[in-house]
């Protein structure tokens, strides 16, 4: 199944996006997976959502370190 996401959601995802890859320069990436995770649980997102999101960044991860 696709993900698409509608014009407001478009907008909070690249909002959190932002948010989050600002908390990975600055925490760096392990404690920033953490706080982008511990907000979702604080804003009661849903814990497969959750899981779907970190399995994203992880393997963004991998494939960047691929590149370099």
Known sequence: MIF?????????????LKC??????????????EKVV??????NVDIEIIQ?????IFEAIEALKKKI
């Open 4 to 16: 698409t996401p509608n014009t407001n959601q478009k907008y909070h995802f690249y909002g959190a």
């Open 20 to 33: 989050t890859l600002r908390i990975f320069q600055i925490e760096g990436i392990e404690r920033g997976i």
């Open 38 to 43: 511990v907000s979702m649980l604080k804003l």
């Open 52 to 56: 779907k999101s970190t399995g994203l």
